[in-house]
């Protein structure tokens, strides 16, 4: 059985983590079962809801800090969830801390889930979004000359497609892509795509995400690259890219060798790799390692927005 070891100050945590694969069994329930308490939304930040594509229920949500005023930066974020599961109020926390705090509009999207809606749908549904929020700049008060993307997961599966397609219609320039733990390869060919009692996300979980999503293209060859952002060939002109994962996730080995084509395509990037944590560390927000992980991105995101002024 192949396995890595855990972060010490997780180890010991490792048994309050559910270790049960998603399936189509237990997904119906899964969807219906909150994900813990909501968190505690403070006044200082205003959300208001958009209709983007009304025939596909594409929604997206615009956070922005009471009282600021001009056009501030923009970060659109993809919610995780495996393709299969969450919603855009996952990401209400993140922008009730960020927008006031670095002084930007938040903007998330809901996009349909698989496998009710397989590829290219959910991608299609972020980039409706995404050019939404480009067309309505100033209307929502952001600069369309400084929006990023980010995203967490398959949500920064999402976003790294993103990226991609973006690039190839030329319609919404990006300025930097924010990737946490990104789902991106289908192919589960990686040694760390194979590990056992993987917390969080399990490799029978990823193989059934990536199912759902990818429909009959499942297994072929002919996945395309927005669909898989680890199968693009090309990975020049792209924003600059900061990838984070944890040395104990699934994930681990495609996401450093996204980096470091990315890095090898021209393309400024940050790479962290954190031994010993799992998908998802950012959920042991009580611990040490998890801080950190959160902090090392919120200190790119500052210097990002720095940079574009």
């Known amino acids: 059985m192949a396995t890595v070891a855990l972060h010490e100050e997780i180890e010991p945590l ?6 049960g694969v998603i399936n189509a069994d ?22 208001t809801d958009h209709v983007v594509d009304e025939a596909n229920g594409v929604v997206v949500r615009v956070h ?46 809901e996009y349909r889930l698989s496998p009710e809606t397989a590829y290219p749908g959910p991608l299609e549904d972020c980039y409706a979004g995404l050019k939404w929020t480009y067309d309505n700049a100033d209307e929502i008060g952001i600069d369309r000359d400084k929006i990023g ?16 397609l973006a690039r190839d219609r030329d319609e919404v320039p990006l300025q930097f892509q924010l990737l946490d733990c990104p789902m991106l390869d289908d192919r589960q060919i990686t040694p760390s795509s194979q590990l056992d009692d993987l917390l969080i996300w399990s490799r029978d979980s990823n193989a059934f995400g990536w199912q759902c999503y990818l429909g009959d293209l499942y297994g072929s060859d002919d996945v395309p690259y927005t669909a898989a952002a680890a199968r693009a060939e090309d990975l020049s002109g792209l924003p600059d890219a900061y990838v984070c994962i944890g040395g104990a996730d699934g994930f681990r080995d495609e996401d450093i060798t996204y980096a470091m084509r990315l890095y090898g395509a021209g ?3 940050e790479l962290h790799v954190y031994p010993g944590a799992p998908h998802g560390v950012a959920l042991f927000s009580h611990l040490e390692i998890a801080q950190r992980y959160s902090a090392d991105q919120e200190d790119w995101l500052r210097r990002q927005l720095e940079r574009l002024g």
């Not at 490792?14 to 270790?19: G, I, T």
């Not at 237990?26 to 959300?47: K, N």
């Open 14 to 19: 490792k048994d309050m983590v559910p270790l």
């Open 26 to 47: 237990v997904l119906p329930e899964l969807r219906a079962t909150p994900l813990g308490e909501p968190p505690v939304l403070s006044d200082a930040v205003e959300r």
């Open 64 to 109: 922005r800090a009471v009282g600021q005023e001009g056009a501030v930066p923009c970060v659109y974020s993809i919610h995780g969830g495996g393709y299969i599961l969450g919603s855009y109020e996952m990401d209400d926390a993140k922008f009730d801390k960020w927008c006031p705090k670095y002084g930007i509009v938040g903007v998330s999207v």
């Open 149 to 164: 993307i980010t995203g967490v997961s398959a949500g920064g599966g999402l976003c790294a497609a993103l990226a991609l």
């Open 267 to 269: 393309v400024p990037t």
